[in-house]
């Protein structure tokens, strides 16, 4: 099986390590980059905020970091960029790309309260646009649902990506660089397939068996 490679722990990222296996991927999830050699693809999981320092802000309401591990998944992204190797991003991870390439993000969504995930609620449910021509125009066609868990989205678009998707609000979506096998979203589709498939969204499985396409 293909490998891929998460900077994280089997034991709090299980929904995204049976994903991968359902897709006919090995995750290997570690905290030590070493165990990255040999893999043929990344994955950056959903989490907390990243610092604003990596992308040129003050604070203007960040929260949750995780340092090293900002440090490490943004060396991370380069790294198998340069390699030429396929990227995928998941919530956060979508973040992450837009930084580690030059972008940054708006730290507190003007519509936050229809993106975050809530105590009471648990995800948002919201319908998003795909932009004709894109990967997710080919996996779902132009308007389907999705969940929701993010207060925060990303502002400038690093160069060489481009917006795959958008909410009604405007809010990025997804984002691609289909030359570099680069693709993100800013759902949780590893929340929507297998025991934790919704009724009210699509199904999240397309999207891993794209990326194992491209492995």
Avoid at 97 to 107: E, F, K, R, Y
Wanted: some cysteine; proline content about 5%; hydrophobic content about 40%.
């Amino acid at each position: 099986m293909k490998k891929v490679y998460a900077y994280a722990t089997y034991e709090k990222q299980e929904n995204y390590a049976q994903a991968l296996s359902a897709c006919g991927m090995e995750p290997v999830f570690s905290l030590d980059t070493k165990e990255a050699e040999g893999c043929r693809g990344l994955l950056l999981c959903g989490g907390g905020d990243i610092e604003p320092k990596w992308f040129g802000q003050e604070n203007r309401g960040s929260k949750n970091f995780e340092p090293l591990r900002d440090e490490k998944e943004l060396c991370l992204v380069k790294d198998f960029l340069k390699a030429g190797l396929p990227i995928l991003g998941i919530c956060r991870g979508l973040q992450v790309i837009n930084v580690a390439l030059g972008g940054d993000l708006i730290q507190d969504l003007p519509t936050a309260p229809a993106h975050a995930w809530e105590e009471e609620t648990g995800d948002k449910q919201h319908l998003i646009k795909a932009v004709p021509g894109t990967f997710l125009y080919a996996l779902y066609g132009e308007s389907f649902s999705v969940n929701s868990a993010h207060h925060q989205g990303a502002g400038s678009i690093a160069p060489g990506l481009q917006a795959a998707a958008k909410a009604g609000d405007g809010v990025i979506e997804a984002l691609c660089w289909p030359e570099k096998n680069v693709y993100a979203v800013q759902w949780h589709p590893e929340r929507m397939m297998l025991s934790r498939a919704r009724q009210d969204t699509v199904d999240g499985t397309p999207i891993f068996s794209f990326f194992e396409s491209l492995l």
